[in-house]
């Protein structure tokens, strides 16, 4: 039998059975790369919870800060930008890991493929939104890039602009 692309992994970072019925992470065992799975739950994890991207650290932004966002709240009591969904999510340990980061486009566009893609694998990701989700990757006019699930295209957004994010860690 072969091995499916993607595999079910625990919050203690175990991988579990397909059939598995609770789950915290998607294991991508072509790439390694795995991913937390948005959640309808009003924990941080929210799949209603939309954020501005914001990252303060002149090491990782690329030169542009973005937008904090202390203009609205998510559910599970964090402010709705990306550094603070990045920031809680490292410090739960989410599947046992502490390097969450924001995907590059790339990984995004690497996730859309079609055994991997969030919309048609919804028995991996049930709660996927399909508007564009926060890239790591800032474009040649400063904007950062979104990938939409459901159209499959990258689409540049001011850092003020409210998307949802989802997290990878490798």
Same mark, same amino acid.
């Given at each position: 039998t072969t091995q499916s692309r993607l595999s079910k992994v625990d919050s203690s970072g175990n991988v579990l059975d397909e059939g598995a019925a609770q789950w915290s992470c998607v294991l991508d065992n072509d790439s390694g790369l795995i991913w937390a799975i948005k959640l309808d739950d009003s924990s941080i994890h929210d799949k209603d919870n939309l954020y501005t991207w914001f990252n303060d650290d002149a090491n990782t932004n690329q030169g542009m800060e973005g937008s904090p966002g202390g203009f609205n709240s998510c559910v599970g009591g964090i402010q709705c930008d990306t550094q603070s969904y990045l920031q809680a999510t490292n410090a739960q340990g !989410?599947?046992?890991?502490?390097?969450?980061?924001?995907?590059?486009?790339?990984? @995004?566009?690497?996730? /859309?493929?079609?055994?991997?893609?969030?919309?048609?694998?919804?028995?991996?990701?049930?709660?996927?939104? !399909?508007?564009?989700?926060? /890239?790591?990757? !800032?474009?040649?006019?400063?904007?950062? @890039?979104?990938? /939409?699930? /459901?159209? @499959?295209q990258l689409i540049p957004e001011d850092s003020s602009n409210l998307n949802p994010a989802i997290l990878v860690h490798d």
């Open positions: !989410l599947c046992a890991a502490t390097n969450w980061r924001l995907p590059t486009a790339a990984e @995004l566009q690497q996730m /859309s493929e079609e055994e991997a893609n969030p919309v048609t694998q919804t028995q991996f990701f049930p709660h996927i939104n !399909l508007d564009g989700y926060w /890239s790591a990757t !800032l474009d040649n006019v400063m904007q950062r @890039l979104t990938l /939409s699930f /459901s159209t @499959l």
